[in-house]
Nanobody, 117 residues
């Protein structure tokens, strides 16, 4: 059974930091690309950052320079370090993994991040 369990969300003030974690089980994690998505209140889910099985990362423009995605294949865990948080970063953050070619994709249950002014 494939499981993705996010943690690390919470309520912070603007300018502060949070680190999200996503623990993955039930798959050969090293072969999967990983993405962090977020869904702000009343909005659609959007891609925030991705990291390939080889460790190459990409970010949406709004988080470049503030967020860092990383992975620890030995721990089967992916992280999202979020610095200089803004009110507009408030959202439910979801972890997603995708196999090569996109045949298999799995989602976590989400973790709430709330940034107050």
């Amino acid at each position: 059974q494939v499981r993705l369990v996010e943690s690390g969300g919470g309520l912070v003030q603007a300018g502060e930091s949070l680190r999200l974690s996503c623990a993955v089980s039930g798959v050969s994690f090293g072969f999967y690309a990983v993405g962090w998505y977020r869904q702000p209140p009343g909005s659609q889910r959007e891609l925030v950052a991705t990291i390939t099985s080889g460790g190459s990362s990409n970010y949406v423009d709004s988080v470049k320079g503030r967020f860092t995605i990383s992975r620890d294949n030995a721990k089967k865990t992916v992280y999202l370090q979020m610095n200089s948080l803004k009110v507009e970063d408030t959202a439910v953050y979801y972890c997603n993994i995708q196999s090569l070619g996109g045949k298999f994709t799995y989602w976590g249950q989400g973790t709430q991040v709330t940034v107050s002014s």
